[in-house]
């Protein structure tokens, strides 16, 4: 009977652990989410995070209604190269 109730006990407790390491998953996905609407907000890009070789996206004009497809090669082009780019883009 006291095995039982230490297996259970350690189950509880696994599940508690397991319930805290979600939450903090989801507050860090919260703020993940936060700092790219903010970072869209400013630079007006809106990127693709699905490409893992090129910075691509896109950039919203919201004054003239505009959306221009953004896509830099970031094997060919420097640092220093893209971030120029980008600023050319949004400026």
Not at 28 to 51: F, R, T
Request: glycine share 2%; with cysteine; aromatic share 6%.
């Amino acid at each position: 009977m006291t095995t039982q109730i230490k297996d259970l006990e350690e189950q509880r407790s696994s599940i508690e652990e397991k319930m805290q390491g979600l939450k903090k998953l989801e507050q860090y996905e919260m703020n993940l989410q936060a700092k790219l609407s903010m970072y869209a907000s400013v630079s007006s890009i809106i990127p693709d995070l699905n490409e893992q070789f090129k910075i691509s996206g896109h950039i919203v004009y919201k004054e003239k209604n505009i959306v221009e497809k953004l896509e830099l090669n970031s094997r060919v082009m420097t640092d220093f190269d893209t971030c120029n780019a980008i600023w050319k883009m949004i400026i």
